[in-house]
């Protein structure tokens, strides 16, 4: 495609971002992009806008700055390719295998997407796992189930004998493959037998201190620099425990005020969770809802506050919490974990300590296995304390304590 003068093709999609209410600074980025394009054409000899990545690459060195010039890329070729305007949504999107794979890997995917559940996000996981995997077997030239060997799947989990896939990774493509095992038979049987296996490597999971809880609490109620909007998403995560995604994706049909209920079906597991609305949370949301919420069509409850107004995303609620965090003067060291998901480590550790029994807790937390909160045992030093031994029978030096 001619890639010239795309200032006058472009002319159309600047005036859709006016419109729509765009940022000035935002279409002017669009602008300088479509003028850098065209004034570098010819020296960088590109043939179409897809070879102009690469490219970017090479020039933009820092990661953040690349992503910015690569997402004002990708709103410009939608554009001009495919007459596509942009909907408020990020264009910097992680690379999906599933459009380059054959055709019967493709079919194996499609029908282990749809058995795990099209609104399950653990379906989303399923699809890009299977999608990378076939794509690396296809680029060792296996191009079919039956040709498939041990020795290519082993060469795809690993290189050198060391691990170049997560647990993850292997587990969503195991899952998918199983799935699909009443309808491919020994086919699939015999590629599962092939998974390496691969330990799950958790590291201790991080939570809140009450002294980190008693200064989040102070700032919200006493920092008026802190929005509704934060205000809300914080005391939804720290007295429900739902996860960054779920409160991403409340709509306000989700919210049942007669009954005091939050009523959901869970992203990540594809199941229903009803919890209680506890005063303290009802009434942030709703203050939130009445003086801030913007005035629009979308059925989601947090929305961005520019235009065009979008349901704001799990990284936009890490963000929010980093600066919340950052205000209450906790968790600022390098390596201290600040994002929402440290909420719901508080509700499983503090139910715990509470003496609440186990399933009770999971089924508060919406867990489709009861196994998922042994994670959290690691961290429930109330009873890790009980079974501590004590050292007094142990040949110690008594200074060794003083080092």
Known sequence: MDIFNLNEKVKELVSYLQDTGYSAMYIDYVKKMAEWLSGNAGHYKWKSLADVEPTLKELWSNKYTYRNKVRLLRIISQYIENGLLPNGHKHY???HHYE???EEYRSITDLAFNIVGRHCKFSTNVKYALSSFFFRL???GVYSLESITENAVLEVFSKNRKSKMSHSLKYSV???????????GKSVERIIAYLPSIPNIR???QYLTEKELTAI???????GTISLQDKAIITLAMYTGLRGCDISALTLDNFD???DLIKI???????????????????IVFDYLLHERPKCMEPYVFLTVRVPHRRLHTGNLDAICSKVMRKAGIRQGENERKSIHLFRHHVATALLQAGVQQPVISAALGHASPDSLDRYLSAEFKRLKECSLSIEAFPVRKDIFDI
């Open 257 to 259: 005020w007669e009954h």
């Open 217 to 223: 609490r102070h700032t919200l109620e006493n920092d």
């Open 138 to 140: 296809q680029e060792m």
């Open 93 to 95: 999107i992680r690379p």
């Open 265 to 283: 079906t869970q992203a990540k597991t594809g199941q229903p969770l009803t919890l209680p609305l506890r005063a303290v949370v009802g009434n």
């Open 174 to 184: 195991e899952y998918g493959l199983k799935a699909c095992l009443p309808h491919y």
């Open 203 to 205: 590291k201790n999971i």
């Open 100 to 102: 380059l794979i054959g």
